[in-house]
C-alpha cells in the first residue's frame, strides 16, 4: 500500500492536538486553507474522515483518533532523530504537571533552569488529574507514581499533610490559648481537637470528598472531626491556602505548596503531620530515558527537590 501525502500528516497531528486549523495554521506558518486542503488530501488518500466539523466546532473521529493514536509516536522519533543529527542544542519539552505543584513550586524555580540551562525550553501544560502518559500529551510528566509498562520516574516527593494559618490567624489562637493557661512553648504540638474551635478550609482535591482531608487528618491524629464545626469547602488546595491567607480559618497543606521564606504570611502550625501515601514522580518514557534533554530536566527536578527539602539527599540518585 502506498504512503499517505506525508506533508499532510504533522498538518493532521497539529490540528488535533490544537483542536484548531487557524491554531494550526499560526503554528506551522501556512494559511489556514493550505491546512485544509492537506487534510483533504489526507482524508481522500485513507478513505475515512477525520475530523467532525460542526460550525466552530473541530472534533476527532474515532478513526481519526485511531490513526493520530498510530502515527504521532512515529513523528516525534522523527523531530527528535532529526535534532540529534543536525546536533542542535536547543531543546524544547513539554511538561504535564498539577496546577498547584506548577504555581507553587516549579514556577518560582524556572529561572535558576533558564539560568544555567539556557538551551533547554519547557511548555508547561497542566493538568487536573493523573495525566494520560503518552508522547502525544507532554515529553514528561510530574504525576503521581505510574502503573503504565514502558516508563520510568523519579520519585519527587512523598506527601504530608500539615495545618496552616495566617499569622494574623495564628496570633488569635495563641491569645485564645493563654486565656486558657496553655501559651504554646517552642517545640511543643497543639493539641488537634483544639483547632476544631476554628473555622476549617477543606480541599476536595486533595483526597477526594468534602472534609475528607480534615477527617482523615484529624483520625490520624488520634480524634474525629466534631458535629457542629465549620468546615467551609473549596474544589482546589490553592483556593484554600488562600482563604488561610486572609484569615479565613485553618487549611492543610503540604511542603511544595509552603514557602517559609518566601510566604512569611502563613504559618506552619505546631502539630503532627500526615503522609497521605501519594508520591510526586517526574515521568518519562523508558526509551527517552538517555536524550539529553529528559536527562538534564529529570536530574535538575531531583537535585531542587533535594534543595527544597521536598526529598532526602540519601534517596537523590537520578539514573
Known amino acids: 500500500m502506498s504512503l499517505p501525502p506525508l506533508r499532510s500528516l504533522p498538518v493532521f497531528e497539529a490540528v488535533a492536538r490544537l483542536n484548531s486549523f487557524s491554531r494550526a495554521a499560526a503554528e506551522l506558518h501556512v494559511s489556514q486553507s493550505a491546512i485544509s486542503h492537506q487534510i483533504r488530501q489526507l482524508e481522500d488518500h485513507l478513505g475515512e474522515r477525520l475530523f467532525l466539523r460542526a460550525g466552530r466546532s473541530l472534533t476527532l473521529t474515532d478513526q481519526g483518533r485511531e ?131 476554628y473555622p476549617l478550609l477543606s480541599a476536595t482535591s486533595i483526597l477526594g470528598g468534602p472534609g475528607e482531608d480534615w ?36 487549611a492543610l497543606t503540604n511542603d511544595y505548596m509552603l514557602d517559609p521564606g518566601g510566604d512569611p504570611e502563613l504559618v506552619r502550625l505546631p502539630c503532627r503531620g500526615m503522609q497521605t501515601g501519594d508520591e510526586f514522580h517526574f515521568v518519562y518514557k523508558t526509551s527517552r530515558r538517555n536524550e539529553p534533554g529528559i536527562r538534564l530536566l529529570r536530574d535538575w527536578l531531583v537535585r531542587e527537590a533535594v534543595a527544597s527539602g521536598l526529598r532526602a539527599a540519601a534517596d537523590a540518585s537520578p539514573g
Not at 523519579?154 to 488569635?172: D, H, K, M, V
Not at 487528618?217 to 464545626?229: C, E, H, K, N
Not at 473549596?234 to 480559618?249: C, D, I, K, P
Open 67 to 197: 490513526y493520530l493514536e498510530a502515527i504521532a509516536p512515529a513523528l516525534q522519533q522523527i523531530r527528535r532523530a532529526t535534532v540529534a543529527l543536525q546536533g542542535r542544542g536547543d531543546t524544547v519539552l513539554r511538561v504535564a504537571l498539577f496546577s498547584s505543584f506548577a504555581v507553587r513550586w516549579l514556577i518560582p524555580r524556572l529561572p535558576d533552569l533558564q539560568r544555567n540551562h539556557p538551551g533547554l525550553e519547557l511548555r508547561l501544560e497542566m493538568t487536573e488529574g493523573q495525566p494520560t502518559f503518552s508522547d502525544r500529551v507532554a515529553d514528561g510528566f510530574v504525576a503521581l507514581r505510574p502503573t503504565e509498562r514502558g516508563f520510568s520516574s523519579e520519585l519527587l516527593y512523598a506527601e504530608t499533610l500539615f495545618p496552616i494559618c495566617s499569622r494574623q490567624f495564628w496570633n488569635r489562637i495563641q491569645e485564645d490559648l493563654d486565656k486558657e493557661g496553655g501559651a504554646v512553648q517552642t517545640g511543643s504540638e497543639l493539641a488537634a481537637d483544639w483547632l476544631q474551635r
Open 215 to 250: 477527617r482523615q487528618w484529624l483520625q490520624a491524629a488520634g480524634t474525629g472531626l466534631q458535629s457542629g464545626v465549620r468546615v467551609q469547602h473549596f474544589s482546589h488546595m490553592l483556593l484554600a491556602l488562600e482563604a488561610s491567607r486572609h484569615h479565613q480559618g485553618i
